[in-house]
């Protein structure tokens, strides 16, 4: 039964993890972000029981590396973790691989709110404490919903198209030549057409950090994009002390 399923649309649980590990379907690939080894370690032992191929880290920089390396189907996600905010790096993996499920672990319940309710890109979440076989519930469903249609990867703002997939912007036809935190940076802005982005999720979203001692870079980046884009119908507005903004 397992031969007839699609390597990008398993259903994988219980028992079938012994048939993904003979080889017939490549096992799905889960990314356990948990600063609590404890917990990291166990979850990711059942999960491989299940016959998951586990990778497990315990900070948001080692997630965002990970996941470039080789692009997890599913990530479950600890919102606590000691480097960056969790809802932070949640948006980022979904900017950049915009087909990898997300499933939020927080340890507070009104958390929850803010993890649904709010622009993060999860799709799923459980709090703390959680009964494995709820979690292992979730992670099932979110890898048998088809993968999201390829429209989502693209963004399209006047004659602007910026595919995140892959990380190829175009103005018409003619493809813009960006250097990656400047595409990290188009997409961040085109994503939020026509919405100011402030100067602290930039730096936070595209150069991973809250330090925002200088913020020479961005305005150097800016100023590229700008030239870059000069021929576009789209351009970018300076909200002074606050952010940019991507209008059409
Ligand atoms: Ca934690």
């Known amino acids: 039964m397992q031969n007839a399923q699609s ?14 590990r003979s080889g017939t379907v490549e096992a799905p690939a889960v ?10 370690e166990s979850l990711a ?31 479950l996600l600890d919102l606590g973790l000691p480097d960056v905010d969790g809802l932070s790096i949640c948006r980022q993996l979904k900017m ?3 087909s990898t499920r997300i499933i939020v672990v927080t340890a507070r319940a009104d958390e929850a709110d803010v993890v649904v309710g ?17 979690l292992l519930a979730r992670v099932r ?11 989502s990867d693209s963004i399209t703002v006047g004659d602007l198209c910026v595919d995140r997939r892959s990380r190829r ?3 018409g036809d003619e493809e813009v030549e960006l250097r990656p935190k400047e595409f990290d940076l188009l997409a961040l802005l085109a994503s939020y057409a026509g919405s100011v982005v402030t100067r602290e999720r930039i730096m936070l979203e595209v ?30 507005t300076t909200l002074r002390h606050i952010g940019y903004r991507l209008d059409e």
């Open 7 to 20: 390597a990008t649309n398993p259903d994988v649980g219980g028992r079938r993890g012994a048939v993904l």
């Open 31 to 40: 990314l356990v972000v948990e600063d609590d080894a404890t917990i990291g």
């Open 45 to 75: 032992a059942v999960l491989r029981g299940e016959g998951y191929d586990v990778r497990l880290v315990t900070d948001g920089g080692s997630a965002l590396a990970e996941a470039e390396a080789a692009v997890p189907e599913l990530v």
């Open 96 to 98: 950049r691989f915009a």
């Open 118 to 134: 709010f622009d993060t890109g999860a799709d799923d979440y459980v709090t703390k404490p959680f009964r494995l076989a709820e």
């Open 141 to 151: 469903a979110q890898l048998r919903k088809p993968a999201p249609e390829k429209e």
């Open 169 to 171: 912007a175009f103005v």
């Open 207 to 236: 150069w991973e950090t809250d330090w925002l001692g200088t913020t020479k870079t961005l305005d150097m980046h800016v100023s590229s994009l700008r030239k870059k884009l000069a021929a576009s119908s789209v351009k970018i």
